[in-house]
């Protein structure tokens, strides 16, 4: 009798059906769990976002702003800072100061955005004359941006409205707070009334050409 074990040779034909069932048969069986990822159970990263960094802010064209601006040989000999029609910040501020490395000798000082731009010797008698005197600018509690928010009410009382401010920060005698003057003038140019203050605390002295405050 012959083998069917050896003798049985399998044709082309049922070799490849034999495959193809086993495939079929193959994808019919339950596969294990953690083979299985369902599409709905994606889950996608979120898409990177990137904030720009913050601008920061410009610095206020103010007084004091142009009092640090100056060469340390002036900072410690301040005796006038003048600014024309600041709406409310004048494009430009004026530091006379006295040159501590060159005898005390005056100069202006014309400075704008926070940089000197202009340095000449000044001949200003008056100044001259006031050498034992000098602004500290860490005493400036009330720069111009805020003392022209003092004089602004003022004016309002007053039924006017400022169109531009002259501004002068002085000191009246060696170690006195530096005072404000504020000369103030409406959308035309005329004159409407002067307002000085003090630096350090914002205390109004007095008022010329202003009769109502905003207390009244």
Known sequence: MMSLRTSTILSPALACSLLLGGLIFADDQAQPSNW???????????????????????????????????????????????GKTGTPEPK???????????????????????????????????????????????????DSGDAYLIAEP???????????VDYALTVRGKDSAPIWTLNCFDLNGGFLGKVVLLATTGYVLSQPGFKNSPSQ
Do not use: C
Request: charged content about 15%; overall charge negative.
């Open 36 to 82: 299985t990822v369902e599409p709905n159970d994606l889950v996608q990263a979120p898409e990177p976002t990137f904030s720009a960094p913050p601008v920061p802010l410009p610095i206020p064209n103010w007084a004091v702003t142009a009092m640090l601006a100056v060469d340390p040989k002036y900072s410690q000999g301040i005796v006038l800072v003048t």
């Open 92 to 142: 430009e501020w004026v530091v006379v100061a006295r040159d501590t490395d060159d005898l005390g000798t005056l100069h202006k000082l014309t400075v704008a955005d926070g940089q000197v731009i202009a340095d000449v010797q000044s001949m200003n008698a008056y100044e001259s004359f006031r050498q034992g005197v000098s602004i500290d600018p860490t005493q400036v509690r009330v």
């Open 154 to 164: 003022i004016a309002a009382a007053n039924s006017k409205i400022i169109g531009h």
